[in-house]
């Protein structure tokens, strides 16, 4: 993906968003037609799990407060239904911008192989979840600006508990990406950690990120 001017998004470039129902985005729009008539049913794959979280990451990039803000729920009780999968709050201090996803799905839930399978507290036999959708953009320091359309990608991992401030094992802080992207042209517009030839996700400075299984099939 390449990365676009935010300049550029913000005086007044259109966005078409497409999607699928339950947050499936659409490649083109030569798509929609067959959106329209086959729409994939809102079904909790079997292995799934579900988030709730809220944290910060700081780093020199913020010269007062942390770079970053973030939070959410996903897929609150496993389900897609609630909140159309949930919502999911990240804020770039630094850059200025505000990005929210209304609409989520769940890719998949997993262990990294790099520390034992699983999470603490709660109890789960998965310890990341990786999730997509689409939702808007907007500068934090002008309220009246219009929200532009974007897509994103994220992926959480609940190494721990504490999984921040007090684990003293860097190993075991939980960790945290995301990229925000036009949806049609595939530019990043905001990123989290680093994703070129492996994933390579943030370490959180503080808050807590946490999976769960309950209610799942």
Known sequence: MARMSLLALFLG????????????????AAQTDAVATATPACETPP????????GTKFTSLAKHGPQVSFGGNVYPSC????????????????????????????VQCGNMGVIPDGSTS?????NFIEFTGRGWLQGISRKDQPRTPMCFWAHVEDRSEPGSRGQRDDLYKDRYYIRVYDCDTEEIVLELGT??????????TTGNLQLHESSCP
């Open 122 to 126: 709660p109890v789960t036999s998965v």
């Open 13 to 28: 470039m259109s966005t078409v968003v497409l999607v699928a129902a339950c947050g499936g985005q659409v490649n083109s």
């Open 47 to 54: 292995g799934m799990c579900w988030l709730t979280s809220g």
């Open 195 to 204: 994703d070129d030839t492996s994933l390579v996700p943030v370490m959180v």
């Open 79 to 106: 389900s897609p239904d609630p909140g159309d999968g949930g919502q999911w709050n990240h804020i770039d201090h630094a850059a200025g911008l505000h990005f929210m996803g209304t609409s989520i799905t769940v």
